[in-house]
């Protein structure tokens, strides 16, 4: 199982206290012809844990088959019967400011249940640190960042910026575009110019370097090379129904966290 990095924030702004998920319960939550149990709590007061359980009413067939004996029969589980056979991990770290999340098709879901369960408007941005899956992802640029400071890897950079600004020696910079709406968005620009930043951050001339776009519907997508040894892949296997045991997926995630912290 691999958890997707994401940027979650309330109100537009970082969020600074889990004192914001009060009253902790279980839920059912029904979103978009889907039921959802939810389950949360706060580890540690740094860590916000979502499990949460779900399916869907359709598709549903009146006739099923005996796996063992071929034979055919009445569905004997009714059609207002849902079975919870998906499941969800999210956990939020706030000494981070990074929201993980085990499949992010499900952001829409996670936003508006926070949204209801605790009154705060929530946004969810997904990071990306491959180039071309971030463009195939966008149809817009609204910014991009990045830091560089003064070594033996970014002599160049540096004497671009000095000769042209006509300033003397420079330790650190941070250059900011930020891109007007109208722009006409070309991806494999975009491309080409993001694997250059990302060679220059991986050659050490660049850092802190993060690209913000959008798709059609207005979402937001982070390409932040920041994350870029972060990612928490978990090697456990499901049981014989196909399912993750939940407490072994929180205590191998704790596991994985807290070693980052060392």
Known sequence: MKFTECDLLVNEKNITSL?????IEEDKFPYEDTEYIVNC??????????????????PYSNEIINRDTRETGENPKQKNQIELNKQL??????????????????QNFLSSYLK??????????????????FT?????????????KQNIFTGDIFTEIEDTLGYGSTECFTFEAKINKASIFDSVKCLNLLENLKRRRDNQQIEKMICIGKNDEGVESIFNLDNYLKKIDLN?????????????????????IYSLEK
């Open 19 to 23: 004192d914001i998920f009060k009253n």
């Open 236 to 256: 456990l296997e499901q049981d014989e129904n196909g399912r993750y045991d939940s407490q072994k997926i929180k205590n191998a995630f704790l596991q994985k």
């Open 41 to 58: 709590e706060v580890i540690d007061q740094n860590i916000f844990w979502l499990y949460a359980r779900f399916g869907k009413t359709n």
């Open 136 to 148: 195939d992802t966008i149809t817009s640029i609204g910014k991009i960042s990045f830091t560089s």
């Open 89 to 106: 991990f999210c956990a939020y770290v706030m000494k981070d400011n990074i929201l993980y999340i085990s499949d992010f098709r499900k």
């Open 116 to 133: 209801q369960r605790f009154n705060q408007e929530f946004l969810i941005k997904k990071y990306f640190i491959e180039p071309k899956e």
